[in-house]
């Protein structure tokens, strides 16, 4: 099992930045991807970035060129470095865990980011 704890939500207007941050601990050696998804009222979740564990970053393109996925050397801390944030980017961010062969899921509470006009 693999638990994941987020941090770094808040509130900043447009063209602000924020930075989130995902513990985590368990059974790091069996993720294969880990990453970020988020949800606005009344949407459905979606991914945000997410890295493999060999290092490969993917984006949605509306948050290319704005975010930034990291992983620290120890794999046990992963950032979301965002940037000229939008009110769209308005939403609760969750950590989510790809792991071991059958690619179960593994989800943080969540961490809310509020981006206003």
């Known amino acids: 099992q693999v638990q994941l704890v987020e941090s770094g939500g808040g509130s900043v207007q447009a063209g602000g930045s924020l930075t989130l941050s995902c513990q985590a601990s368990?059974?790091?050696?069996?993720?294969?991807?880990i990453g970020w998804y988020r949800q606005a009222p009344g949407k459905q979740r979606e991914p945000v970035a997410r890295?493999?564990?060999?290092?490969?970053?993917i984006y949605s393109d509306s948050v290319k060129g704005r975010f930034t996925i990291s992983r620290n050397n120890a794999g046990n801390m992963v950032y979301l470095q965002m940037s000229r944030l939008k009110p769209e980017d308005t939403a609760v961010y969750y950590c989510n865990a790809e792991v071991g062969a059958y690619g179960t899921d593994y989800w943080g509470q969540g961490t809310q980011v509020t981006v206003s006009s």
């Open positions: 890295v493999s564990s060999g290092g490969t970053a």
């Open positions: 368990g059974k790091m050696f069996s993720i294969n991807i």
